[in-house]
């Protein structure tokens, strides 16, 4: 790959941080919207994760088309165009909002999921190869920096815009009449209007100035020649290690979903006010924000890649068995410490994965953004694991409020599994590059 001068990097690694700040401050708001659409269209736990789903099942239907898209227009009209289709789904908010129909605002949720999988698909190759692969990781790690640091100005902010008042709202909903409960919930549901007309504004506007962007060219290193007696890779479907990053992705979003946008709800459930409950996801975003940081200090001088994933996945397996193990604000805590968890997967699995991939690079990022779909998948599955636990433990005689809490809790088992599978990447994953080599273990 020809490097672009350093100077050059340092504007564009700029840049790029810039545009991860913006689908940071975008999909974090998710943790603030799933109990506010809970409540206003008298929702159950499953059905308010679907904000989760609409989000992140937008990856998989628009990855590759966005991969295609790249290829014909670049870079920087690609990712002009992201901007602008996230500035439409929020403007689609106002209908939704007037109408107070989930289905319209899940709408409004994908569109701006499709915008982001464009600005995704461009920037975190991009990123990735804009240096040495060994130090990916680390930049990588800036654009997280970035990233959750967006995201709990964005938690914050739409917490404090959404969530205020939604305890006094939900405890007068069963006392009045069906009039006036449909006239509060339409006046809570008109909240999100000014907050989404000032983001689709900003929006477009940062679409126009993309445009006009200093981002160098680059491409990825050309796949390693092959060795005596092997042949010449003509698929993404020999690259073994793809696939295994491609599901450790997947695992790896569902659980940080999981990690980021239920820990409101799950305080909630736990008996904490929405007015305290609205700053936990920033206790998650602000864990990962430090080790981040400790990642760009270390990797690759002092940490390679492959060590700080096997550190990440073993530190998600042990912070959620304490999850399971507690109660109260100490288990909220732990929720929260996942952060330190899953800081470093995303940018230690990306380099790991594209490593001698060349000319199937960019298909294969593709595939790793549509793996961004466990998002949408493994976070429904939370929701409905703790409506069914609620049923049953209601119907064995528990107060709902203790069984909603026990529930809760209980149901963050699902996690375990996913570090499994990380720690599997981490260990031996990322260096099974030919599937003979599979066949002979």
């Not at 165009?81 to 605002?105: D, K, S, W």
């Not at 509060?184 to 929006?203: G, N």
Request: proline residues 4%; positive net charge; aromatic residues 10%.
């Amino acid at each position: 790959m020809t490097q672009p001068p350093k100077s050059s990097n340092t504007v564009a690694i700029a840049i790029i941080a810039g545009l991860f700040f913006i689908f940071g401050f975008v999909t974090w708001i998710n943790g603030a919207l799933i109990p506010f659409m809970k409540t206003i269209n008298e929702l159950t736990e499953a059905q308010s994760y679907l904000v989760a789903s609409a989000s992140y099942i937008s990856f998989v239907v628009m990855a590759l088309p966005a991969s295609y898209l790249l290829n014909k227009i670049g870079y920087r009209k690609g990712m002009s165009l992201g901007l602008v289709i996230m500035g439409l789904g929020a403007l689609v908010f106002i209908p939704a909002a007037e109408a107070r129909t989930y289905g319209v605002f899940l709408l409004a949720i994908f569109i701006q999921g499709a915008g982001m999988t464009i600005l995704q698909t461009a920037a975190n190759p991009y990123i990735t190869i804009l240096g040495p692969i060994e130090s990916g990781a680390k930049r990588i790690a800036i654009m997280g920096i970035a990233n959750k640091v967006a995201g709990a100005m964005g938690s914050l902010i739409f917490g404090a815009l959404l969530l205020s008042g939604i305890d006094e709202v939900k405890g007068k909903l069963g006392s009045v009449s069906d009039a006036e409960k449909g006239q509060l919930l339409d006046t809570m549901a008109d909240s999100v209007v000014t907050p989404y007309i000032v983001m689709a504004l900003v929006l477009f506007v940062l679409g126009l100035l993309i445009r006009k962007a200093p981002l160098p060219h680059v491409e990825a290193a050309p796949a390693q020649e092959p060795k005596a007696g092997q042949t010449t890779k003509t698929s993404i479907f020999q690259f073994p290690h793809l696939w295994l990053g491609v599901l450790t992705l997947f695992v790896y979003v569902g659980a940080e979903v999981i990690a980021g946008d239920s820990i409101i709800a799950y305080g909630i459930s736990l008996g904490f006010s929405a007015e305290d409950a609205k700053f936990f996801t920033t206790f998650t975003l602000m864990a990962m924000v430090a080790t981040y940081a400790l990642g760009v200090i270390l990797i690759p001088k002092y940490l390679k890649q492959d060590k700080a994933l096997k550190i990440s996945a073993s530190l998600g397996i042990i912070f959620s068995i304490c999850i399971l193990s507690t109660t109260g604000f100490t288990s909220v805590l732990f929720v929260a410490a996942l952060g330190i968890a899953n800081a470093l997967v995303w940018p230690a699995v990306w380099p790991l994965t594209l490593e001698g991939l060349g000319k199937f690079t960019k298909t294969a990022s593709a595939l790793l953004i549509m793996a961004i779909a466990g998002g949408a998948i493994i976070p429904p599955l939370y929701g409905r694991l703790v409506d069914a636990n609620k049923h049953e433990l209601i119907a064995s005689g528990i107060d709902r409020a203790e069984a909603t809490a026990m529930a809760a809790t209980d149901s963050y088992w699902i996690l375990i599994p996913c570090y499994v599978i990380i720690l599997f990447f981490a260990l031996w994953g990322h260096n099974i590059k030919s599937w003979t080599k599979i066949k002979t273990k």
